[in-house]
């Protein structure tokens, strides 16, 4: 072995603690069942295994069997040693789920706030804001909007945000121009945008919870014999690529989805590390609007 192998293997050593395996865990419950083929959550967990192994750490996914034994979150991560946990598109309600963010275990999150857990988000205020003044802009004054799961601080954020821009605006929002949906369901937004566009005074513009459930919205808008965005104008939320490949291109915020997941590794690892320096405290990474033709002037 070369003095400068020696030397490397040394100071590695000197910088490892006793405990630490150099294995991160990734706990991803996608509930719309797209697992790694989710087109916004793929983008993160990769960002977070780039961003993890090229700091030496091996990335699992943690699941709840070992062999024939059933175990929780909690009790995987001491089984397999895991050094921290990163948890992205879950149900952070789930007893199991509060058990591992309250334990030894160093854990961030993606998309979700616990209290002293250091958490990474896009800044969803300013996107809703930027939507809706974008629309505003345009000329439309009646707008709608399709919100995903109920049970999320990004959920919350961005109704709290579309109430508050349109309040600006003095723009009043009727109770049924605020629809509770779901992420990436094509099936259920097709059928909300369907009720919305039969009021007898229907939105001109409906924002949906993501770039997903466009597709859904668009069929919707087709069986009534309405042109987007002619007739009426959607915009979505992600950026994703599939969304701006099709014409019309998708309005939508464009969230740093790589850059979500590599700053979760390097708050996790931070904590792993240096455990007395790491911040708590959430990030919020910087969102763009891409205008797309979905939204225009209204008829």
Request: glycine share 8%; charged share 20%.
């Amino acid at each position: 072995m070369s003095a400068a192998m020696i030397d490397g293997a040394a100071g590695e050593a000197a910088c490892k603690t006793p405990s630490q395996t150099y294995s991160l865990g990734v706990l991803f419950m996608d509930e719309s069942q797209k697992g790694l083929t989710h087109p916004f959550f793929a983008s993160v967990l990769n960002g977070f295994k780039i961003a993890a192994e090229a700091r030496g750490y091996d990335v699992t996914f943690i699941n709840h069997h070992i062999g024939d034994r059933v175990l929780t979150w909690l009790e995987y991560c001491r089984y397999r040693k895991l050094d921290g946990v990163c948890l992205a598109c879950v149900n952070f309600s789930d007893p199991q789920v509060v058990e591992l963010v309250k334990s030894e275990v160093p854990c961030v999150t993606v998309d979700h706030l616990f209290r002293g857990i250091p958490a990474v988000l896009s800044d969803n205020e300013t996107g809703v804001q930027k939507l809706v003044e974008h629309a505003i802009s345009l000329g439309h004054r009646r707008i709608a909007f399709i919100h995903g799961h109920n049970n999320s601080v990004v959920t919350h954020t961005r109704i709290q945000q579309f109430c508050q821009t349109m309040a600006f605006h003095e723009l009043p929002v009727p109770e049924e121009y605020l629809c509770a949906g779901l992420y990436s369901d094509i099936a259920l937004t097709r059928e909300l945008v369907g009720k919305l566009l039969r009021l007898p005074e229907p939105p001109t513009c409906i924002l949906l919870p993501d770039d997903v459930c466009y597709f859904g919205a668009e069929e919707a808008a087709r069986k009534l014999h309405l042109r987007v965005p002619g007739d009426v104008s959607f915009a979505g939320y992600d950026g994703i690529s599939m969304t701006q490949a099709i014409r019309p291109r998708l309005t939508t915020i464009r969230q740093n989805s790589e850059g979500l997941g590599e700053e979760a590794a390097e708050r996790l690892i931070g904590m792993i590390e240096h455990p007395e320096a790491a911040s708590r405290l959430p990030s919020f990474l910087p969102i763009e609007l891409l205008t797309g033709e979905t939204v225009a002037v209204p008829v």
